[in-house]
């Protein structure tokens, strides 16, 4: 009885040890680089699907774990896992210019806004040479009635 007591706290505490290891900053560094595969999200073997303990992620973390253990580079590691799993599983850093996008944006809505303004603003037309309103025989027989009207508002 007692040994068996013993051996369940030691099996604890190793299991507990093993999982400490699995969760380390070297695994995390690698698992960056490596998709989830448990086809339920988008993220790296560092998901919280199940609460970290997906059907992929712990055994991706794991076989991290065992083969930084046993002197693999982080370059061998993802390389192992790009043959194991195909070229998908490889996650990239992402891309150092994106600070670049806003700048971008920027610029393409200023050109944009010169366009439309310039458009808006379209050729300078000289005035039509013309009778002026006075002198109009449509306007001069409504005249009077508008004057009317007008004055009736004051």
Request: glycine residues 8%; hydrophobic residues 40%; aromatic residues 8%.
């Amino acid at each position: 009885m007692k040994r068996s007591l013993l051996f369940l706290i030691l099996v604890g505490v190793a299991l507990a040890q093993t999982e400490s290891q699995i969760e380390s900053e070297p695994v995390r560094r690698v698992g960056q680089h490596i998709s989830c595969q448990c086809g339920a999200c988008t993220e790296n073997v560092d998901c919280n699907m199940s609460s970290g303990q997906c059907h992929f992620c712990k055994p991706a973390r794991t076989k991290i774990f065992q083969m930084q253990q046993a002197g693999v580079s982080d370059d061998g590691i993802i390389a192992e896992f790009r043959k194991t799993y195909g070229a998908a599983i490889v996650r990239l850093d992402p891309n150092n210019y994106f600070w670049i996008v806003p700048y971008l944006a920027l610029v393409a809505g200023g050109v944009v806004v010169w366009f439309v303004l310039k458009r808006m603003k379209g050729p300078m037309k000289p005035a039509a040479a013309g009778p002026a309103i006075e002198d109009d025989p449509i306007y001069a027989r409504y005249r009077g009635a508008i004057e009317k009207d007008t004055d009736r508002l004051e």
